[in-house]
C-alpha cells in the first residue's frame, strides 16, 4: 500500500497550491480519503474528507470556504485544491485512505505560507 503526495510547497499569503495524493496497493474507489495536516507544536488535524464515491465532502471550519477536496477514482488520486492561503496553514499535509479496519497514511508534503 502506498499514498503519495506531491504539490505542496511555499506560497505566499494569498496564493493557492494544489497538494496530489496518489493511491497504490488497495482498492482505492472503496475508501474514504482525507487530507489531514500537522503544524510544528500541534496535534495533527482533519482538513478534509470525501467519501468512496465522492458524494460528500466535509471541511474543518478553518478551512471551509477556501479548500475544496476531490478524487478521481480512475486516475486513483485525491485532491485538495488550497485557495487564499493564510501563514496558519503553514503545516505538514498528510493524505488518509480508510476503510473498516483498514487505516492508511502517506509520508506528508510540506506546506509554507509565508511572505
Known amino acids: 500500500v502506498q499514498l503519495v503526495e506531491s504539490g505542496g510547497g511555499l506560497v505566499q499569503p494569498g496564493g493557492s497550491l494544489r497538494l496530489s495524493c496518489a493511491a497504490s496497493g488497495f482498492t482505492f474507489s472503496r475508501h474514504a480519503m482525507s487530507w489531514y495536516r500537522q503544524a510544528p507544536g500541534k496535534e495533527r488535524e482533519l482538513v478534509a474528507g470525501?467519501?468512496?464515491?465522492?458524494?460528500?465532502?466535509n471541511y474543518a471550519d478553518s478551512v471551509k470556504g477556501r479548500f475544496t477536496i476531490s478524487r478521481d477514482n480512475a486516475k486513483n488520486t485525491v485532491y485538495l485544491q488550497m485557495n487564499s492561503l493564510k501563514p496558519e496553514d503553514t503545516a505538514v499535509y498528510y493524505c488518509?485512505?480508510?476503510?473498516?479496519?483498514?487505516?492508511?497514511w502517506g509520508q506528508g508534503t510540506q506546506v509554507t505560507v509565508s511572505s
Open positions: 470525501i467519501t468512496s464515491a465522492g458524494g460528500s465532502t
Open positions: 488518509h485512505g480508510s476503510r473498516w479496519s483498514n487505516d492508511y
